[in-house]
């Protein structure tokens, strides 16, 4: 699977952005798409996942501010952000998961910053 994020970017506090990630490739059988992210020195930690059903986890830390979805039907995952904080200043990757794989997309940058 080959996974193609787009959409990071420079926004101020309280700001909005929304990222995409295609999938492509071996495709079948993805179950679960989600968004990490990581800044330096520290684990990529999980920000929200979501299931083939549509079932969602969120990280305590963006609940009620960030929205994961997806379209199956164009095999992207979107993660819209808003609130945001400069804490949420990352890079952020995209994953898939299917049966005996994971694959991670590239990361995209994302700085809150006034």
């Known amino acids: 699977v080959q996974l193609q994020a787009s959409g990071g970017g420079l926004v101020q506090p309280g700001g909005s952005l929304r990222l995409s990630c295609a999938a492509s490739g071996s495709i079948a059988g993805i179950n679960l798409m989600g968004w990490y992210r990581q800044v330096p020195g520290k684990e990529r930690e999980l920000v929200a996942r979501?299931?083939?059903?549509?079932?969602?986890v969120y990280a305590d830390s963006v609940k009620g501010r960030f929205t994961i979805s997806r379209d199956n039907a164009k095999n992207t995952v979107y993660l819209q952000m808003s609130r945001l904080r400069p804490e949420d200043t990352a890079v952020y990757f995209c994953?898939?998961?299917?049966?005996?794989?994971?694959?991670w997309g590239q990361g995209t940058q994302v700085t809150v910053s006034s």
């Open positions: 994953n898939a998961v299917r049966p005996g794989s994971a694959s």
């Open positions: 979501i299931g083939s059903g549509g079932f969602t």
